[in-house]
């Protein structure tokens, strides 16, 4: 009997061995391609030699020492190397642990920065339905994933929620994409006005929605107009790239792709890649300052802040996306996957969608493709497809909620930035067989 607290207690999962490459390797000797990063986790692998180096030589040196007391080469140069690499004066990084972590230092940063400058009043957050932002209090108060919610309403703090941008279901007949932007971005403005102005201190977003909407890419002009909206009324703008940072869709901060800066940026996963757990929020210069110049003190954190080792594996990691052009290979690769995936599945009668940006790619599922109807989610089509893909050998990251919460599936592809062609065939060909046993099933 295990003694671990899984995820899910009627779910026997196989022991993983090792990795190799793309691939993880279980203890009966099964091969698993990686189709989904674990969770857009794992961009360089499992078995990245530099990496691995790095973090032995830093446990060799020093694998840990409180922020409390000291700091650490590997932060310090890792610090450096992100304000460097942000867009705008996004210059200062708090060193977390994964993306919850960061979230939740982005929501306490925002609210200590209008205590500090004598704005007080702005108490208000604002996010979207059918985002996700992690899974503590705050955080999960931020995200508009209804069903990771439902049973901790009574311990979330109030926030406000407006539509997401999702162009596929949200567009109306008629309607031109830029003019569907500017009407969901605008309705950032109502809520703005209805909670009055001079309340509300930020507005938080996923650059490209990930898990719970499946990879979804904002239309053109909406984020112009959500910083165009912010900027007006004074109110932060923080963007969750825990997901989708770090060079999934092809640039290595997300936003780039929108030509927005925000206020503060959220990043994990990617990051780290998975050899350590790590995540960072990046604040502008003003934001910086006003702590900097007032109280002195940001009134936040916790035990690993700055782990060097886990900053080391971040540096690794950064030089091997940057240095080694790694990163310059996902736009490539994303363009092939999304042409493999649209040759093999794009008329399947039950595909409503395929979208996405760089190696980050979603497909949605449907009853019916001509009136976008979802399955019953009684029948759990996205559980599923999980079972057949990873009896199959697959990995591949299936959701259910994708319409409202309770209707809609879809499966999340977030391959590794080193996978080829011959795997990208692999993919789509072991989940097209995934997705056709799922739905005999149903």
Known sequence: MSHVFPRHTQVRLPTVARGEGAYLIDTQGRRYLDACGGAAVSCLGHSDAAVKAAIHAQVDAIPFAHTGFFTSQPAETLATRLAAAAPGDLDHVYFVSG??????????????????????????????????????????????????????????????HISPCYAYRGLAPGESLEDYGLRMADELEQEIQRLGPDTVAAFVAEPVVGATLGAVPPVAGYFSRIREICDRHGVLLILDEVMCGMGRTGTLF???????????????????????????????????????????????????????????????????????????????????LDSALR????????????RGRGLFRGVELVSDRANKRPFDPSRRLHAKVKQQAMANGLMCYPMGGTVDGRFGDHILLAPPFIVDQAQIDEIVDRLATAIEAALGQV
């Not at 599945?345 to 039950?350: E, F, I, W, Y």
């Open 99 to 160: 993306g919850s972590e960061a979230t939740e230092a982005a929501l306490k940063l925002a609210r200590q920065y209008f205590v500090e400058i004598d704005q007080t009043r702005r108490r208000h957050f604002i996010a979207r339905w059918q985002s996700y932002h992690g899974n503590t209090l705050g955080a999960l108060a931020a995200g508009g994933n209804r069903f990771r919610r439902a049973q901790f309403e009574p311990l979330l703090v109030e926030m406000s």
């Open 254 to 336: 997300a936003c780039a792709q929108d030509g927005v800066v925000p206020d503060m940026v959220c990043i994990a996963k990617g990051l780290g890649a998975g050899y350590q757990p790590v995540g960072a929020m990046i604040c502008r210069r003003e934001i910086y300052r006003a702590i900097e110049q007032g109280s002195g003190q940001f009134q936040h954190g916790h035990t690993y802040l700055g782990h060097p080792t886990a900053c080391a594996a971040a540096n690794a990691v950064l030089s091997r996306l940057l240095d080694d052009r790694i990163l310059a290979q996902v736009q490539p690769l994303g363009e092939a």
């Open 343 to 354: 040759s093999r599945l794009g008329d399947h009668p039950h595909v409503g969608d395929i």
